[in-house]
């Protein structure tokens, strides 16, 4: 997990932004997050030699950790803000197979369809990991997912709500990612899922889980060697 050390070398190089005509001082994400993503470290070791996408990564603060096991890491987010201190996040990896995409899911796999094409490589990925990011994607680019990305991947682990929340005009369905569609989402793709509840919302314990980890991985056929 970061320290805080590190957290305030990152916050202090992060740009900062305008807005409105406004200086904004720069968001503190991890701050922020700081609640899923301690919850998040106990299953880092999960991407261990993995080549990992994440989807909506934000200013990189699970790339952060993700990349200090996997072989390569990705993050894809459509904010130009984000991706900018994405990049900040970035000079402070060791991990130096780290790269940050401006895009919106649509239009990368888009692109990496039409370099395909075009005969060249394209980076293909073992592990897929999303935060709270899935019910931002269109039914086309969940689609896109399925048959471009999700085929080459042995392990998924997506964060989540627990429950339903009121509908939110830019989110795709918050019914549909509740963790048992997560699951049978990824049971369309041969994954087999385990769902792994987090804790309660720091201060309010009666009200249950607040997130939960979906860790799915490929089905394998029985008597492979």
């Not at 000079?91 to 940050?100: C, I």
């Amino acid at each position: 997990m970061i320290t805080k050390q590190e957290y305030n070398a990152i916050r202090k190089a992060w740009p900062v932004q305008k807005r409105d005509g406004k200086l904004l001082e720069p968001y503190q994400h991890w701050m922020r997050l700081n609640f899923r993503l301690r919850y998040f470290c106990k299953y880092v070791d999960l991407f261990k030699g993995h080549d990992v996408v994440e989807l909506g990564c934000n200013a990189g603060m699970y790339g952060y950790e993700i990349s200090k096991v996997s072989t390569s890491y990705t993050g894809v987010d459509i904010s130009e803000r984000f991706i900018a201190e994405a990049n900040v996040t970035k000079t402070f990896m060791e991990n130096k197979n780290v790269y940050f995409v401006c895009s919106s899911v649509k239009e990368w796999c888009r692109k990496r369809r039409a370099a395909k094409l075009a005969g060249e490589a394209i980076p293909e990925y073992t592990a897929l990991f999303a935060s709270f990011a899935l019910y931002h994607l269109s039914d086309k680019e969940l689609a896109m997912l399925e048959t471009d990305i999700l085929p080459s991947c042995q392990l998924v682990v997506i964060q989540t709500r627990t429950a339903k929340r009121k509908a939110m005009s830019n989110h795709n369905s918050w019914k549909f990612w509740k963790p048992k569609q997560v699951a049978a989402f990824l049971a369309r793709s041969g994954f087999e899922s385990e769902v792994v509840m987090g804790p309660p919302k720091p201060g309010n314990a009666s009200s249950g889980p607040n997130f939960a980890e979906i860790i799915a991985r490929r089905k394998t056929n029985a008597g492979e060697g």
